[in-house]
């Protein structure tokens, strides 16, 4: 027994003293390309920090929810509705507003059944009812450019006459008579009136005085005071005598008096 022990580790031995020792293979080389470098600022790489870890979280969630869908496609078509673009919310403001504008139609008319309007009288029939009768106005006929009277008589304008009336004092008036019957005291004349006329909007009265004669004038509304009728000269328009008779001509005013004298006088 103590011999075939001593046999197996002699043998054991030999073989450990046989074996040579295995060296460990060389590492590879490695090329200047597969080596691995540090990305410095602005090659490509995106540091996290507390300004962009916002901007990070959202991304990192897209991009879940992006790999989630593709795994299950199922989870994308149950969802609760069309995405809401640009296009259906102004086609849902149109449908609105038109819905709006029906309802008030609607409204209106029945309103206008339930309550009509009273007849409303045409644009003729208004102006028919503002129009003031021709009479009232004297603007059914167009005035004469001249019209003259004794003194006893009148002329008149735009459906107003004007006559000559004595005053308390004495003296003699141009009375202006409306329509209406109002009346009111123009002017007074000095002198003795010996006609009264009119020229267009001019009220003109021959007048006999202190041994001649002259014409006075009165613009009608004219909102000034009576003159005296004047020569191209700027001198007043007088005779000597008494006035024997006036008239009018187209623009000249024609007087004749007691001495035999005739003036003519061109009017503006």
């Given amino acids: 027994m103590a011999s075939e022990k001593n046999r197996r580790a002699a043998h054991v031995a030999g073989h450990m003293g046989a074996s040579p020792r295995r060296r460990r293979p060389a590492a590879p080389e490695v090329s200047q390309e597969d080596r691995i470098t540090t990305i410095r600022s602005g090659q490509g790489a995106t540091v996290t920090t507390r300004k962009n870890a916002a901007q990070a979280a959202r991304r990192a969630r897209r991009n879940a929810e992006r790999r989630y869908y593709e795994r299950h496609p199922e989870a994308r078509e149950s969802g609760v509705g069309p995405e809401r673009s640009g296009r259906n919310v102004v086609l849902l403001v149109v449908l609105s507003v038109l819905a709006l504008a029906i309802v008030f139609f609607v409204g209106s008319c029945v309103t206008a059944l339930l309550n009509p309007a009273p007849d409303t009288p045409s644009v003729e029939e208004t102006q028919n009812e503002q129009r003031p009768p021709e009479s009232a106005t004297g603007q059914g006929e167009p005035d004469a450019e001249n019209e003259q009277?004794?003194?006893?008589?009148?002329?008149?304008?735009?459906?107003?006459?004007?006559?000559?009336?004595?005053?308390?004092?004495?003296?003699?008036?141009?009375?202006?008579?409306?329509?209406?019957?109002?009346?009111?005291?123009?002017?007074?004349?000095?002198?003795?009136?010996?006609?009264?006329?009119?020229?267009?909007?001019?009220?003109?009265?021959?007048?006999?005085?202190?041994?001649?004669?002259?014409?006075?004038?009165?613009?009608?509304?004219?909102?000034?005071?009576?003159?005296?009728?004047?020569?191209?000269?700027?001198?007043?328009v007088s005779g000597s005598g008494d006035v024997v008779s006036a008239e009018l001509d187209g623009t000249t005013l024609r007087v004749s008096d007691s001495t035999g004298a005739t003036t003519e006088v061109t009017l503006g």
């Fill in 149 to 236: 009277a004794a003194v006893d008589g009148s002329v008149s304008y735009r459906g107003e006459s004007y006559a000559l009336q004595q005053q308390d004092d004495g003296l003699m008036g141009v009375v202006c008579t409306a329509g209406d019957g109002t009346s009111e005291v123009l002017f007074k004349v000095e002198g003795t009136p010996a006609a009264i006329m009119r020229h267009g909007v001019t009220i003109l009265v021959p007048e006999n005085r202190d041994g001649g004669w002259d014409v006075v004038c009165y613009v009608i509304d004219g909102h000034s005071d009576p003159s005296y009728v004047v020569a191209e000269d700027g001198s007043k």
